[in-house]
C-alpha cells in the first residue's frame, strides 16, 4: 500500500494535489496520508480538522490521519467522526491510548498507534493489541524531506513478527524518508503501507511515482512473506 503524504504537497491546491494521485487502479494510491501538527508535540503547525473536513469532500481515497498533537485523547475522535478512515495518535502523547483505541473505532474509524524513532517497540506490545495500524516513524515527526533512519527497521520486522505469529492483529506503516532507494528494504523488514512525501509529489507525475513506489516495493514484500 501506497500512502502519499500531503506534507509535500502545494498547500495552494490541495484538491488538485490529491486529485493528481486518485486515478487508474495502477496508479492511484491506497491512503492519503494527511500530517496534522499542532507546533506543540512537534515543532511545526501545518493543518487541522476543518482542513480535513474539507479535503475529504475532495475524493475517495481513504484518509489517514497522522496526530503529531499534544491531548490527541480530547482530539482524535473528531477526526474519526469526520470520515478519516484511519486515524494515528502518539504513543508519546496518549494518556490513555486503549481508551483511544476503542473511541475511534466505535466512531468508525481504524485506530493507529506510532511511535518515534527512538521510542521502543516492547512497552507498547500489550497496547498494540487494541489498535488496527502501528506507524513507525522513520524520521522525527514535524519536518518532510528527512533522511531515513535504517534502525528503525528492526521494531518494523519485530511486529511483523507479533503479526505473523497472531501475537498482533495489525496493518505495519512506515513514515519518513520512504523512496526508491528506501521502499524495497522497508518492505523486506515487513511493512505493509508506505507513507512517501518527496517521493511522490516532486516528481513530474506523482501518479506514476506511486505506480513505480509500489513496484520498487514488491521484491522486498515478496522476501519478507516467503
Not at 490529491?18 to 512537534?42: C, K, N, Q, S
Not at 482524535?76 to 502523547?93: D, F, S
Request: hydrophobic content about 45%; proline content about 6%.
Amino acid at each position: 500500500m501506497i500512502a502519499p503524504s500531503i506534507l509535500s504537497a502545494d498547500f495552494a491546491h490541495l484538491a488538485d494535489e490529491i486529485a493528481a494521485v486518485d486515478g487508474e487502479p495502477g496508479t492511484r494510491a491506497d491512503w492519503l496520508h494527511v500530517d496534522v501538527m499542532d507546533a506543540h508535540f512537534v515543532p511545526n503547525l501545518t493543518l487541522g480538522l476543518p482542513v480535513v473536513e474539507s479535503l475529504l469532500k475532495t475524493s475517495d481515497i481513504p484518509m489517514d490521519c497522522h496526530l503529531m498533537i499534544e491531548n490527541p485523547d480530547h482530539w482524535a475522535i473528531g477526526y474519526a467522526e469526520a470520515g478519516a478512515h484511519n486515524v494515528t495518535v502518539h504513543a508519546e502523547a496518549a494518556k490513555d491510548p486503549v481508551a483511544i483505541a476503542k473511541d475511534l473505532k466505535a466512531a468508525g474509524a481504524k485506530a493507529g498507534l506510532s511511535i518515534k524513532p527512538g521510542t521502543p517497540l516492547e512497552p507498547n506490545v500489550d497496547v498494540l493489541k487494541h489498535y488496527d495500524t502501528l506507524l513507525v516513524m522513520s524520521v522525527e515527526p514535524g519536518f518532510g524531506g528527512q533522511k531515513f533512519i535504517t534502525e528503525v527497521l528492526d521494531k518494523a520486522r519485530t511486529a511483523r513478527d507479533l503479526v505473523d505469529t497472531g501475537h498482533l492483529k495489525l496493518l505495519v506503516e512506515i513514515d519518513g524518508g520512504i523512496n526508491a532507494d528506501t521502499i524495497e528494504q522497508a518492505a523486506e523488514a515487513g511493512v505493509d503501507c508506505f507513507v512517501a512525501g518527496s517521493a511522490v509529489y516532486n516528481a513530474e507525475d506523482p501518479a506514476r511515482a506511486v505506480e513505480a513506489l509500489r513496484g520498487q516495493a514488491a521484491p522486498g514484500f515478496a522476501h519478507a512473506r516467503r
